[in-house]
């Protein structure tokens, strides 16, 4: 049986490798440059791995749905797939936003 203690560190472990992962930035040579196709494409790149990332994210919600016991656990971990979700879904739409601003240039 996994303590509270090491739960909340691994919960905590995890947030920090994803929340590390979602921070991203554009290569400095692209915007010293200003060259816009090539941050247009590096930003739609960048909307693809983030929706990529929330879809992994609603998998491992349906994986805690059904395989966590402990409703209190599930129910705070399903929380944190869910925010993360809309986080991920949020900044793909950003980058793409990004990306067709540049692909005007």
Excluded at 40 to 58: N, T
Excluded at 68 to 82: A, D, E, G, Y
Aim: aromatic share 6%; net charge neutral; proline share 3%.
């Amino acid at each position: 049986m996994v303590s509270k203690a090491k739960y909340w560190v691994f919960i905590c472990s995890l947030l920090l490798a994803v929340l590390t992962g979602c921070a991203s930035s554009p290569p400095r040579d692209l915007i010293e440059r200003n060259n816009h196709a090539g941050l247009a494409s590096w930003y739609q790149e960048e909307a693809v791995h983030l929706r990529a990332r929330a879809e992994e994210m609603r998998e491992m919600e349906k994986d805690y749905e059904t395989r966590m016991t402990k409703p209190q656990q599930r129910s705070v971990l399903i929380q944190h797939c869910r925010n993360l979700v809309e986080k991920y879904t949020k900044a793909a739409a950003e980058a793409e936003a990004l990306a067709k601003l540049h692909a005007e240039q």
